[in-house]
């Protein structure tokens, strides 16, 4: 009877080895696939005072720069997006959303090169009353977003 005992205690012990190196290793494969994607939003602000570094791909936001698109050779196009405290560049190549234009609230994915935040993904917002969140907290840090639901 002693014997098993040892033997059920032994088995025990391998089914919480086995069970913790499962979920080891299904943490650690969680954590590679989540690894690109994963993109930290800034407001231009952030982006001017602290630069990301070479390669990081991040998400940025604010309004487009009345005035600063400039559309380039085929689906190429420029423009600056503004917090109204600081502007950033951009150019992207691609169809743009059919809401973007100047004065709305936009998000684009990418990473900076020679000073010019070169998008990979632009979004825009869906309807004249929606902004993503990211960029109403960046415009209210600079005290310049106006809620216009606020007294309703």
């Given at each position: 009877?002693?014997?098993?005992?040892?033997?059920?205690?032994?088995?025990?012990?391998?089914?919480?080895?086995?069970?913790?190196?499962?979920?080891?290793?299904?943490?650690?494969?969680?954590?590679?696939?989540?690894?690109?994607?994963?993109?930290?939003?800034?407001?231009?602000?952030?982006?001017v005072e602290d630069p990301?570094?070479?390669?990081?791909?991040?998400?940025?936001?604010?309004?487009?720069?009345?005035?600063?698109?400039?559309?380039?050779?085929?689906?190429t196009i420029s423009f600056?997006?503004?917090?109204?405290?600081?502007?950033?560049?951009?150019?992207?190549?691609?169809?743009?959303?059919?809401?973007?234009?100047?004065?709305?609230?936009?998000?684009?994915?990418?990473?900076?090169?020679?000073?010019?935040?070169?998008?990979?993904?632009?979004?825009?917002?869906?309807?004249?009353?929606?902004?993503?969140?990211?960029?109403?907290?960046?415009?209210?840090?600079?005290?310049?977003?106006?809620?216009?639901?606020?007294?309703?």
């Amino acid at each position: 009877m002693a014997g098993m005992k040892g033997l059920k205690k032994q088995r025990r012990i391998q089914v919480i080895v086995l069970a913790f190196v499962a979920l080891a290793g299904a943490t650690g494969l969680i954590g590679y696939a989540m690894k690109d994607g994963i993109n930290f939003f800034r407001s231009p602000t952030q982006v001017v005072e602290d630069p990301p570094r070479i390669g990081e791909v991040f998400r940025i936001g604010g309004l487009v720069e009345e005035g600063s698109i400039v559309r380039g050779q085929g689906e190429t196009i420029s423009f600056r997006v503004t917090d109204t405290n600081e502007t950033v560049p951009v150019t992207y190549t691609g169809i743009l959303p059919d809401l973007f234009s100047e004065g709305t609230g936009m998000v684009g994915t990418g990473a900076m090169q020679d000073g010019t935040f070169v998008a990979t993904e632009i979004l825009a917002k869906h309807d004249e009353t929606y902004m993503p969140s990211e960029v109403i907290d960046a415009l209210k840090e600079q005290g310049v977003y106006k809620d216009d639901k606020a007294g309703s």
